[in-house]
């Protein structure tokens, strides 16, 4: 068994590269392992990809990063049989580890139940030829989630009040919704959209948990679509939303389903977040993958679900 690192070194605090090739070699005394840090975007996948055409044994890559990062290596390693990735935590937000729970999610950082772990295969999505492992979106959460790098330039602007500017902007300046063209299963609608999420994971934006059935190992994808609504009816809704209660919101403003793709479009230019990594176009599709990914996780832990 091969054991590679890919460090997404400006993920963490200080030092965390440091501490990292601490942890590793303590729960790597006697085995053999690769360190590699990424130096810019597409480097995690493409270590990945090299790590795995020079393998002739089973590999595990350990994603040490964020959402972004466990992004690349997953698009890297997809569809191949003998490679299995996992994401050790670094980055801000980490939200595909939040379906494992509080105790659960903080157990990835320990490298030795890591390196010991079970793995499943796990389902992915296909979103214009980009694969996401946890959630897309294309509405206004994805706007904001595109543009908050635009404030990160700001001088003294950290990445919470980033994301709080870009959130004040889009929703109250630029409006909640855009034209859009949707099919979702039964559904064909042709109108202003807020919010359109399709889920593989359970968690987004840092902690966002608008579909708490989903499950990324059960052979479909959990989608979730909000048309037309005021600023006022937003604002009452974002809160249910959030916490998996989409249930108890107006069904004819909220439409739920579980399948295999969604299709959307636009004469404006749109914006799609698969894992965190912004898309534009004025098209897309969104379909569960044929490639699946092994990923491996420290024993004793489980998707918690509901």
Partial sequence: MRHVFIVNPVAGPKNSVKTLRDKIKQAF????????????????RHLAEEAIARSTEPLRLYACGGDGTLNEVVNGAAGCDYAAVTNVPM????????????KG?????????????PQ?????????????????????????????HNYKRIPFIGKKLAYILSLIVNVFFKGITRPMKTHMGPYDYAGPTAILCVCNGQYYGGGFRPMAEARPDDGVLDMIFIGDVSLLRFARYVHKYSNGRYRELPKNVVKAWQGDEVSFSSDRELVAVVDGEA????????RRSEKKVNFFYPAGVEIEVG
């Fill in 29 to 44: 005394p006697s085995e053999d392992y690769e360190f590699f840090e990424t130096a810019g975007a597409g480097d995690a």
């Fill in 91 to 102: 980055g801000t937000g980490n939200d595909f580890l939040r379906i494992y729970g509080r």
């Fill in 105 to 117: 999610r903080g157990r990835f950082t320990d490298l030795a139940a890591l390196r010991d772990g």
């Fill in 120 to 148: 499943t295969a796990m389902d992915l999505m296909d979103c214009n030829g980009l694969l996401g492992i946890n959630t897309v979106c294309a509405g206004v959460d994805a706007r904001v989630a595109a543009e908050v």
């Fill in 279 to 286: 898309m534009y176009g004025h098209a897309f599709t969104v």
